[in-house]
């Protein structure tokens, strides 16, 4: 990201111009040479608190006495900053609780059918060896019939 600053000094003295020296704390070490530029540019500021000073120079080389400060700070992108890494976090564990549940679920419907179609075929099998055992039954002790013994 690109970040501008613009500032000037008043100067009541005529034909004089001024020059500027710049500091920005928490990166520049010491100020910077003299300019007749009043726009400092900086691009990729890291996130932080910055404190930027300025101060005009007068043609005798005086600084002055005091230099003009302002305070910013630089947030991290919405990606960096701890409320959406949670969110993103539980949004993840909720997602992954989710996958986890529908598969159970899958699995637990599965092992219903499987229960449901040997039931069946057990009360099937079961019924046809009945019936196969009540008609045994039948035509055994039908009159006239002979058993073999």
Do not use: C
Not at 38 to 59: C, H, K, Q, W
């Amino acid at each position: 990201m690109f970040h501008r600053i613009d500032f000037f000094g008043l100067n009541f003295s005529t034909g004089e111009t001024l020059r500027y020296q710049h500091k920005l704390e928490g990166l520049d070490q010491d100020w910077s040479a003299p300019s007749d530029q009043r726009t400092v540019n900086y691009a990729s500021l890291s996130p932080g608190e910055y404190r930027f000073m300025a101060r005009a120079i007068d043609v005798d080389g005086a600084a002055s006495p005091a230099p003009a400060t302002v305070s910013f700070a630089i947030l991290p992108p919405i990606w960096q900053r701890w409320w959406f890494i949670t969110l993103a976090a539980i949004f993840s564990a909720a997602m992954i609780y989710a996958a986890h549940h529908y598969r159970v679920a899958r699995l637990v419907e599965l092992e219903r059918m499987r229960t449901r179609i040997a039931t069946d075929l057990h009360d099937d099998i079961g019924s046809s060896l009945s019936q196969i055992a009540i008609l045994s039954e039948v035509v055994r002790h039908q009159p006239g019939r002979e058993t073999a013994s």
